[in-house]
């Protein structure tokens, strides 16, 4: 880093000091390292005055491209830049036992239907699945009644809302364990997808040389009384975007095994499945909320 002048370095710790009476600690904390970083990222890199007016173009086209129901540009940029999957690991350092986290992403909508053990969640085309599992505590016990909340796309690559083509209920839905900690879910292999290229964070990924593909993926919210919610997705084992999501957000534990099942198969009658089918298996551990 260069050095500083000290005219700089005087405003800088101008700035941070005017922060210095703010009566709740934690975000006197938070504001003054803001400021700190911010100034010292500025001197580091010697910004110009038109560069710092097309950061402020950049960050205005980034809340003008939020419309509050599933597209969400703030939190395409974190996760473009690794910051949620840094924000994800500093807040499950103490999750061994758990199942991994991962990206919660800007496309999850509240509210969507209950639905019953295997009831189908895919309303279009795509190769028929069905999702089994349990889910555990820390000490392998089943927990019945967890609601599992779930998201994918749609073969197109696109989640319900933000594709008008689609009914809003499509490919989404909360299931909950059954007395053992089992759940079912029908539904169609996810596919891989592009994240939106069309705002700020594709205009960053093409001036940058990167793709903006994610590795196909099943989003999961898995909620229990007193134990802490886990978000994470499941990865096809196979897909050619592992090594390279553009959010980074890929574990190995979190993938799984899409096998080809014949439509004689058991499960094909249990589940109501016409002909062939893909089974994934997956047990989620969720860990004791802390007091
Ligand atoms: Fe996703």
Redesign the pocket.
């Known amino acids: 880093m260069n050095n500083i002048p000290p005219n700089e370095a005087k405003i800088s710790a101008r700035a941070v000091a005017a922060f210095a009476n703010t009566p709740n600690p934690r975000l006197r904390q938070v504001v003054q390292s803001l400021v700190r970083h911010l100034h010292a990222f500025a001197s580091e890199v010697e910004l110009t005055e038109e560069e710092w007016l097309e950061g402020i173009r950049f960050l205005t086209d980034t809340g003008k491209q939020c419309d509050g129901i599933v597209r969400q540009e703030f939190i395409l940029l974190s996760d473009v830049i690794g910051l949620s999957m840094l924000v994800d690991a500093i807040n499950h350092r103490a999750s061994e036992a758990a199942t991994e986290t991962t990206v919660f ?1 800007p ?1 999850y909508i509240a509210g969507m239907p209950e639905r019953g053990h295997g009831e189908n969640m895919a309303f279009t085309p795509g190769e028929q699945a069905l999702v089994l599992g349990r889910v555990l505590d820390a000490a392998g016990e089943p927990i019945a009644g967890a609601v599992l909340d779930v998201w994918q ?1 749609a073969e197109n690559g696109m989640y319900s809302g933000q594709d008008p083509d689609q009914p809003l209920t499509n490919l989404r839905g909360r299931y909950r364990t059954d007395e053992e900690g089992r759940f079912a879910i029908r539904t169609i292999i996810p596919v891989s997808y592009p994240i939106p290229t069309d705002g700020p964070v594709g205009r960053l990924l093409q001036a940058s040389d990167r793709h903006p593909w ?1 590795p196909a ?1 099943l ?1 999961f919210m898995v909620m229990a009384p007193g134990h802490r919610t886990l978000v994470t997705h499941l990865f096809n084992h196979d897909d050619p975007y592992l090594e390279s999501d553009v959010v980074f957000g890929v574990k190995d534990s979190l993938k799984v095994v899409y096998q080809p099942c014949q439509a004689n198969h058991p499960l094909a009658a249990r589940h109501d499945i016409d002909g062939a089918f893909r089974l994934a298996s997956y047990d989620f551990v969720l860990e004791r909320e802390i007091a």
């Open positions: 992403g496309f796309t994610r993926h989003h």
